[in-house]
C-alpha cells in the first residue's frame, strides 16, 4: 500500500465517526493533496478496507461518509442541526433483512440505513425554546432507550 493510503486508512481507524473526504484530507498528517485522498479512499472501499454511504443534509448537501471496514458493522446518526454523528450501535435490523429475503426472494448483500434528526444536546435546547410555547405535541421522551449497549455485537456467529 502506497504511503498516501496509509494514512487514509490510519485518519478513519483513528476517527470515532464517519468521515468525509475533505474530513480525511482536513486530518492528514501525510502531504498529499485532496485528489489522491479521494482516489486512495477509492482504493480502500474497492479492496474492501473501507465502506463508505451517502448522506444528505441540509448544510453539507450530499456527501459520502466513511468508516474503516474491520470496525463493526453500525449505523450513525447525524444531527441536523450541530451536524455530529451519534453512533447507535451495532446493527440490529438483520432479522428484518431475513424476513424481507423470505418474504421476496432476494438475496440482499448489503444494506445502508443513516437516521437523521435532532442530537439530544440540541433536542435539550430546542426544548427548552420551545417549553413556553406549551404546543409542543406529546413528543417528550427521549429516545435514549435506543442506544444499545455493543456487547452483543460479537456474539453473532449464525
Ligand atoms: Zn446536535
Ligand atoms: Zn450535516
Ligand atoms: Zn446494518
Known sequence: MTKARE???????????????????????????????????????EQGLAESFVLYCT?????????????EHRHWFHCEQCHRF????CCRIESLLEKMEAETGVSIRTHTLYATGL??????????????????????????????SSDHCQSRSG
Open 59 to 71: 448544510t453539507h448537501g450530499t456527501e459520502r461518509y466513511y468508516v474503516p471496514h474491520n470496525a
Open 119 to 148: 442530537c439530544s444536546e440540541c433536542r435539550a435546547k430546542t426544548g427548552a425554546a420551545n417549553n413556553s410555547a406549551g404546543n409542543e405535541p406529546a413528543q417528550s421522551q427521549a429516545p435514549t432507550a435506543f442506544i444499545a
Open 7 to 45: 494514512a487514509v486508512l490510519e485518519v478513519l481507524e483513528s476517527a470515532k465517526n464517519p468521515l468525509s473526504a475533505a474530513d480525511v484530507a482536513a486530518n492528514i498528517s501525510t502531504l498529499c493533496d485532496t485528489a489522491t485522498v479521494y482516489r486512495s479512499l477509492h482504493y480502500l472501499e
Open 86 to 89: 451519534v453512533d447507535l450501535g
